[in-house]
């Protein structure tokens, strides 16, 4: 049986291992090819982790949004590409959702001038600016919902069968 840590300041690969209720030793079992040496240095920032280390580590706690972390904190590509998602509840998410695409909508017509002769003017580079970072908000917010379902299944609060069975289907 593993010693409780009692380190302050503990990063999110050690509190979501923890979170999980496991050891170090149980976390490496269930990732296979990551030792329980590894796990430390990772948690105590002596290596830094590896992509494929993060994939299993987000099985092996039920926590998808350490993938998104990762990319948007810690690889150079996804720092610069990737924008980080924080989990909230499901009504929050689709608040902020139905808000963003409230705002755009009355921006279409706007949108529509803009880019209808294929060049943005200097006059439009503020309007187009804005509905820029709208659409970017939209994106940002469904990117939040997939990661909460992703949560949810990896947790079992959803049943991913269930939930695969009902896309793609016309009502």
Not at 42 to 60: G, R, Y
Not at 93 to 101: K, P, R
């Amino acid at each position: 049986m593993g010693r409780k840590s009692t380190k302050e300041n503990k990063n999110i690969y050690q509190l979501s291992r923890e979170n999980a209720g496991l050891t170090r030793e149980k976390a490496s079992v269930l990732m296979d090819f990551v030792s329980s040496d590894r796990i430390e240095r990772i948690e105590n920032e002596k290596s830094a982790p590896h992509p494929e280390e993060i994939l299993a580590m987000a099985d092996a706690y039920k926590k998808p949004s350490l993938c998104n972390h990762y990319c948007s904190k810690d690889c150079p590509i996804g720092i610069k590409y990737v924008p980080e998602i924080r989990i909230r509840d499901l009504a929050h998410i689709t608040l902020e959702m139905l808000a963003s695409l409230n705002s755009v909508e009355k921006e279409r017509n706007k949108l529509i001038e803009i880019t209808a002769d294929g060049e943005i003017q200097e006059r439009e580079y503020a309007d187009f600016a804005m509905i820029q970072d709208k659409s970017e908000k939209i994106s940002v917010t469904a990117d939040a919902m997939k990661l909460w379902v992703r949560e949810m299944i990896a947790t079992g609060k959803i049943d991913q069968k269930k939930l695969d069975s009902y896309k793609n289907t016309e009502r």
